[in-house]
């Protein structure tokens, strides 16, 4: 039997204060997220920022909170793809999830996956990490701590991690698609949003901008196939702190858009693998107010691939390629 384990980077337990205070420890103590002096920014985080940062993280993920099941949109749709994953590959596959940071929760840790899997009759075990481009805040994380599990556990089955998927043609396709399947006559611009980081990652070797734009590329290439007249922009989103982070930024040029007339853009968010925090709230709430603000007048938000029959033949295609 072979494993597949899906992760993602994680969530809080809840939309207050305290949980996202434990879950953002977590995720802005790691020194691939934050490449800083560890003395100097450990002793910024918990003595400053952790006091401030988790009371308005915890407004925002209220925004967007899966009330229905007491939990984050994030969550939602990973147990969905676990799911339609295993119902798709079968009962030769045992499909798993996984956090980077499990906000206090070990069952959703990588460790405890990799250490429970030992039990089971499997002889492979693929770890996907929901992550297109990759990049060392994110994709090397897992890594890290798969390497460190199997350190810790020595598990006698074979692991491996996938690095990417950024040019996969499923991806592309499924991508394409769906922007074209949400877009209007009046709807000529496109907005692709990605998740920025710090340029000085970019000089110190990180893959993820030549990765980005690569995908934009061919999904640029796709899209123009169906429509010619339909213009792509590729941007960057979610800066945090002072350093200078990749460009253009999302926020800057939908904001120019409409203030050079354009009334009408849709948005779509190729590096989210599911939607969350940063695709609901920050591009659906907030940069949706201000397209508004600055005069557009129409702002279509194109949810992530989520579970969608094409997200899941993907996973799937991907897991296929990486059998040993």
């Given at each position: 039997?072979?494993?597949?384990l899906l992760?993602?980077?994680?969530t809080?337990?809840?939309?207050?204060y305290?949980?996202?205070r434990?879950y953002?420890k977590?995720?802005l103590s790691?020194?691939?997220?934050?490449?800083?002096?560890?003395?100097?920014w450990l002793?910024?985080l918990?003595?400053?920022?952790?006091?401030?940062?988790?009371?308005?993280s915890a407004?925002?993920y209220?925004k967007?909170?899966?009330y229905?099941?007491?939990?984050?949109?994030l969550?939602?749709?990973?147990k969905?793809?676990?799911?339609?994953?295993?119902?798709?590959?079968g009962?030769t596959?045992?499909?798993?999830?996984?956090?980077?940071y499990?906000?206090?929760?070990?069952?959703?840790?990588?460790?405890?996956?990799?250490?429970?899997?030992?039990?089971s009759?499997?002889?492979?075990l693929?770890?996907?990490?929901?992550?297109?481009?990759?990049s060392?805040?994110?994709t090397a994380s897992?890594?890290?701590?798969?390497?460190e599990?199997c350190?810790?556990y020595?598990?006698w089955?074979?692991?491996?991690?996938v690095?990417?998927y950024?040019?996969n043609?499923?991806?592309?396709?499924?991508?394409a698609?769906s922007?074209?399947e949400?877009?209007d006559?009046n709807?000529?611009d496109?907005?692709?949003?990605?998740?920025?980081v710090?340029?000085?990652?970019?000089?110190?070797?990180?893959?993820?901008?030549?990765?980005?734009?690569?995908?934009?590329?061919?999904?640029?290439?796709?899209?123009?196939?169906?429509?010619l007249d339909?213009?792509?922009?590729l941007?960057?989103?979610?800066?945090f702190?002072?350093?200078e982070?990749?460009?253009?930024?999302?926020?800057?040029t939908?904001n120019n858009?409409?203030?050079?007339?354009?009334?009408?853009?849709?948005?779509?968010?190729?590096?989210?693998?599911v939607?969350?925090?940063?695709?609901?709230?920050?591009?659906?709430?907030?940069?949706?107010?201000?397209?508004?603000?600055?005069g557009?007048?129409?702002?279509?938000?194109?949810?992530c691939?989520?579970?969608?029959?094409?997200?899941i033949?993907?996973?799937?295609?991907?897991?296929?390629?990486y059998?040993?």
């Amino acid at each position: 039997m072979k494993a597949v384990l899906l992760v993602n980077l994680g969530t809080p337990v809840k939309p207050e204060y305290k949980y996202l205070r434990k879950y953002l420890k977590q995720f802005l103590s790691d020194h691939n997220v934050v490449n800083k002096n560890r003395v100097f920014w450990l002793s910024l985080l918990n003595l400053v920022l952790l006091q401030v940062i988790p009371q308005k993280s915890a407004k925002n993920y209220a925004k967007i909170w899966n009330y229905e099941s007491d939990e984050s949109p994030l969550l939602t749709f990973t147990k969905q793809q676990q799911e339609k994953l295993q119902e798709l590959l079968g009962e030769t596959y045992l499909v798993d999830f996984a956090f980077t940071y499990d906000a206090g929760i070990e069952k959703n840790s990588i460790a405890y996956k990799i250490k429970e899997l030992i039990k089971s009759p499997v002889d492979e075990l693929i770890v996907l990490p929901l992550y297109p481009q990759y990049s060392v805040a994110t994709t090397a994380s897992i890594f890290q701590q798969v390497g460190e599990a199997c350190d810790i556990y020595k598990p006698w089955y074979d692991v491996k991690v996938v690095d990417s998927y950024f040019d996969n043609e499923k991806y592309i396709q499924a991508l394409a698609d769906s922007a074209l399947e949400n877009l209007d006559e009046n709807t000529k611009d496109i907005v692709c949003s990605f998740h920025g980081v710090p340029v000085e990652y970019i000089k110190k070797g990180d893959f993820y901008e030549s990765n980005c734009k690569e995908t934009f590329r061919l999904l640029s290439k796709k899209v123009k196939e169906k429509c010619l007249d339909i213009n792509l922009y590729l941007t960057y989103q979610s800066k945090f702190g002072r350093d200078e982070w990749l460009a253009p930024a999302t926020e800057e040029t939908i904001n120019n858009l409409a203030k050079n007339g354009i009334e009408n853009i849709a948005v779509i968010t190729p590096g989210f693998s599911v939607d969350c925090i940063e695709t609901l709230e920050e591009i659906n709430m907030q940069a949706k107010s201000e397209f508004i603000e600055n005069g557009g007048k129409k702002f279509k938000y194109i949810e992530c691939l989520n579970a969608t029959p094409n997200a899941i033949e993907l996973y799937a295609d991907i897991v296929k390629k990486y059998e040993l």
